[in-house]
């Protein structure tokens, strides 16, 4: 893990952002799309994700990120390339029950670190890319930070925002 973070550089945070920070500041999912090639793009739910991603994969992905500290959440990084392996309904449907049986509301969190890397055995591998092309990716989005850090979006007040532009 130490040596993925390493050549990464990238910083897993709480939430979803619109932009990647300068030290990565995004989510798994968000970190897992730049991995995978495409463009940079805020995840608020796994029907953000590209149709290659798998859902209940990346939902309980989401799940860990969210629930953990910020020590433990560094600790999903191994599995940012790994994301993008969405299969046929039969075995997306195995993968949701694999995890649903095993996950419980206070399940420490290595525990549901196992919990993903047995839904991840199950069906379809993710493409391998090259670590150094997964680099490159990821300084470039890095490059095209607005400002040194990033905060977890605020979906709800930019939306009530919006709304009352121009009435006052």
Known sequence: MDSFDHILNWRLKHGSHTFP??????????????????????VRSVEDMPACFSRPICRLAMQLNDQADNKQRQHLLPFVTRLACADTPT?????????????????????GLKVLEGALAIGRQADG??????????ESAQQK?????SEPDNFLFSKFQGWFVGIF
């Open 91 to 111: 075995v997306e449907r195995e993968r949701e029950a694999y995890i649903a049986s095993r996950m419980r509301w206070c399940l420490p969190f290595r525990e």
């Open 129 to 138: 890319f090259p670590i150094e092309e997964v680099r490159t990716r990821m």
């Open 21 to 42: 920070g300068q030290d990565g500041g995004t989510c798994i999912n968000e970190a897992a799309i730049v991995a995978a090639g495409f463009p940079y793009q805020p």
């Open 145 to 149: 930070a607005p400002s040194p850090t």
